[in-house]
C-alpha cells in the first residue's frame, strides 16, 4: 500500500514551547490529508483537514490559532501545535490517500509530551 | 449520534482459532465505505481490509474477512487462524459520503476492540 511518514515520532518539550509536525506522502500525491489525535485507550478524533493550496477545515471544537495547519505541497502537510500546554499531551496521527482511491494510509503517528 | 459502534472492548481468543469483531454502523448516504484498521502497541495504524456499500461480494484479505449485512448495517471483521501477533487493538471506520462528488472525507472511528491472542 501508499506509504505515509511523519516526523518527529516522538517529542519532549516545555509547556509554552511551539512543535511542528511533519506528515508526507512518499511516493503518491495527496490534495488532502487529515490529522487526528488520539488520547491513551481511547479512539481516533479528527482534528482538521488539510486541504493543499487552501486553509485547513477544523472541526468543531478543535482552535484553528493553536493548531496551525500548512498543506504547501501535495506530499507535505505539516501540524503546528502552538504555545503547548500539558493538556496537549497526545498521540497525533495523520491519514492520507492516492488520488481516486478509497484506502486511507496513516503515517506511524507522534507521540507529544508537554512539560 | 455515534456512527460507528463497537460492542467489544476486549475479546480473547487462543491461538489457531477464528475470531469475529464486531462493528454495526449508521448512515442514510447510500454510498459509504468500511474499513478495519489494526493498531499494535506501536501506535501506527494498518489498514487490514475495505468494503464499500455497494460491493456485491463480501471482501477479503488473506486471513482477514468482512462479513457485511447491509439491512442490518454491520462489518464485522472475522480473523481466522489467529496468531499471537494478532494481538492488538482494532478499530472499524466509515467514510461518508461519496468521495467522488464532496471531496475527500474523513474516517469516523469506533471506540476500538482489544484482541488478545492466547497460546
Known amino acids: 500500500g501508499a506509504v505515509v511518514s511523519q516526523h518527529p515520532s516522538r517529542v519532549i518539550c516545555k509547556s509554552g514551547t511551539s512543535v511542528k509536525i511533519e506528515c508526507r506522502s512518499l511516493?503518491?500525491?495527496?490534495?488532502?490529508m487529515f490529522w487526528y489525535r488520539q488520547f491513551p485507550k481511547k479512539s481516533l478524533m479528527l482534528m482538521a483537514t488539510?486541504?493543499?493550496?487552501?486553509?485547513?477545515?477544523?472541526e468543531q471544537g478543535v482552535e484553528k490559532d493553536k493548531f496551525l495547519i500548512n498543506h504547501a505541497s501535495l506530499t507535505l502537510s505539516t501540524l503546528t501545535v502552538t504555545s503547548a500546554h500539558p493538556e496537549d499531551s497526545s498521540f497525533y496521527i495523520c491519514?492520507?490517500?492516492?488520488?481516486?482511491?478509497?484506502?486511507?494510509?496513516f503515517g506511524p503517528g507522534t507521540r507529544l509530551l508537554v512539560l | 449520534a455515534q456512527k460507528i459502534t463497537q460492542t467489544q472492548p476486549g475479546m480473547f481468543v487462543q491461538e489457531k482459532e477464528a475470531v469475529t469483531l464486531d462493528c454495526t454502523y449508521d448512515?442514510?448516504?447510500?454510498?459509504?465505505?468500511l474499513f478495519w484498521y489494526k493498531q499494535p502497541s506501536s501506535g501506527e495504524m494498518i489498514f487490514l481490509i475495505y468494503?464499500?456499500?455497494?460491493?456485491?461480494q463480501n471482501a477479503t484479505e488473506g486471513r482477514y474477512s468482512l462479513n457485511f449485512q447491509k439491512a442490518r448495517k454491520s462489518a464485522n471483521l472475522v480473523i481466522s487462524a489467529s496468531q499471537l501477533g494478532d494481538s492488538a487493538m482494532y478499530f472499524c471506520?466509515?467514510?461518508?459520503?461519496?468521495?467522488?462528488?464532496?471531496?475527500?472525507?474523513?474516517?469516523?472511528f469506533g471506540s476500538g476492540t482489544r484482541l488478545q491472542v492466547q497460546p
Open positions: 491519514s492520507a490517500a492516492e488520488h481516486d482511491q478509497e484506502t486511507q494510509y
Open positions: 471506520a466509515m467514510r461518508e459520503p461519496p468521495f467522488m462528488d464532496t471531496g475527500r472525507r474523513a474516517l469516523t
Open positions: 488539510s486541504n493543499e493550496g487552501s486553509k485547513a477545515t477544523y
Open positions: 448512515t442514510s448516504d447510500p454510498s459509504y465505505g
Open positions: 468494503q464499500g456499500s455497494y460491493d456485491q
Open positions: 511516493d503518491f500525491q495527496a490534495t488532502t
